[in-house]
């Protein structure tokens, strides 16, 4: 039998109501804020984490693909940026492997086929969280806290970003929706599927670059005041 994680798709007098208060996802969310106590980015991370996946935009995202976006967006371009700033391993050698497997696993779980099973099957659901969030911090990690020069960091932000804007800019533009998962309930939302869809195409081609545009000027002027101090030494 099919069952929806967060719940069946919320109407709108519903939604604030529709808050997850699942035991083993606070138990793991506690357990987190934790293990990083000492880190205000790691715990600010995870209450992004918390907004993912507790408040009612979990439930939304069952509804609407455009929140199931925002959600999107905040594990891979706010969350696990803050993790990876957060949690200390031992420094990456190169960006491009884990460029090339977040982005993969971006687009793969944005294909029809996958998507819909995730959203109807709670073990592939979190699998789909899972590895987004993951390869997100692994690339993240190798960006802010690689050994590489600074311009080719930056470019690799900007690269994170064009793909991601490239896949946002694939669903905008689709002539039909794509995903079986949101047939129906955008229409107790006021739109259509395929209005559903743009939407959350266009959230991830345009406002999902601010997070990072952000992390690019903070490395830029990191490196920037690193060259200072140098100079004034």
């Not at 808050?19 to 991370?45: H, K, Q």
């Amino acid at each position: 039998m099919e069952r929806i994680y967060c719940g069946p798709p919320p109407l709108p007098q519903e939604l604030w109501s529709s808050w997850n208060f699942d035991p083993l996802l606070l138990l793991c969310l506690a357990g987190m804020a934790y293990l990083l106590r000492g880190s205000a980015v790691g715990l600010t991370a995870v209450a992004v984490l918390i907004v993912a996946f507790i408040s009612p935009l979990c439930a939304l995202s069952s509804a609407l693909f455009s929140a199931r976006v925002v959600h999107h967006v905040l594990l891979i371009a706010v969350a696990a940026p803050l993790l990876a700033l957060a949690i200390n391993t031992r420094k990456p050698v190169s960006i491009a492997v884990p460029f090339v497997v977040s982005s993969v696993i971006l687009w793969g779980w944005h294909l029809p086929v996958a998507y819909d099973l995730a959203l109807s099957n709670v073990a592939v659901y979190w699998l789909m969280q899972i590895s987004l969030l993951t390869s997100a911090i692994w690339f993240w990690r190798a960006v802010l806290a690689g050994e590489d020069a600074v311009v080719e960091r930056i470019a690799y932000i900007v690269a994170g970003f064009a793909q991601m804007g490239m896949l946002g800019a694939v669903l905008t533009f689709a002539p039909a929706a794509l995903f079986a998962a949101h047939a129906l309930a955008p229409f107790d939302w006021g739109l259509t599927p395929l209005r559903d869809q743009q939407l959350g195409g266009l959230i991830m081609w345009v406002p999902a670059g601010l997070p990072y545009a952000m992390a690019a000027a903070l490395l830029a002027r990191h490196h920037w005041g690193q060259l200072t101090r140098g100079a004034a030494w």
